[in-house]
Nanobody
Framework: QVHVVESGGGLVQPGGSLRLSCAAH????????MGWYRQAPGKQRDWVAT???????NYADSVKGRFTIARDGVKNTVFLQMNDLKPEDTGVYFC????????WGQGTQVTVSS
């Protein structure tokens, strides 16, 4: 059984920072990719960033230069450091694990507002 748990969301002013964490538990190979998606109210879930087991990283254009994804492979934990946050970054952020089937966390709310 595999499950994924996110934490670290909250309310922040524009220009502020937040750090999200995602811990994956269960029968997981450390070579599996992990990533972040987000869903704004009334919109589809969009991809944000991915890190492979080998450490290859990709970002959506909308977050390049502001967000950083990192991984603790030993603990199957992935982090998303979000800087210079904008109101359009508001949404529920979901962690995804490929093991190889996809596993999703329950999501954590990020609200960027003054």
């Amino acid at each position: 059984q595999v499950h994924v748990v996110e934490s670290g969301g909250g309310l922040v002013q524009p220009g502020g920072s937040l750090r999200l964490s995602c811990a994956a538990h269960g029968n997981i190979l450390t070579t599996n990719s992990m990533g972040w998606y987000r869903q704004a109210p009334g919109k589809q879930r969009d991809w944000v960033a991915t890190i492979s087991g080998a450490g290859n990283i990709n970002y959506a254009d909308s977050v390049k230069g502001r967000f950083t994804i990192a991984r603790d492979g030993v603990k199957n934990t992935v982090f998303l450091q979000m800087n210079d946050l904008k109101p359009e970054d508001t949404g529920v952020y979901f962690c995804r694990l490929w093991a190889p089937a996809p596993y999703w966390g329950q999501g954590t709310q990020v609200t960027v507002s003054s």
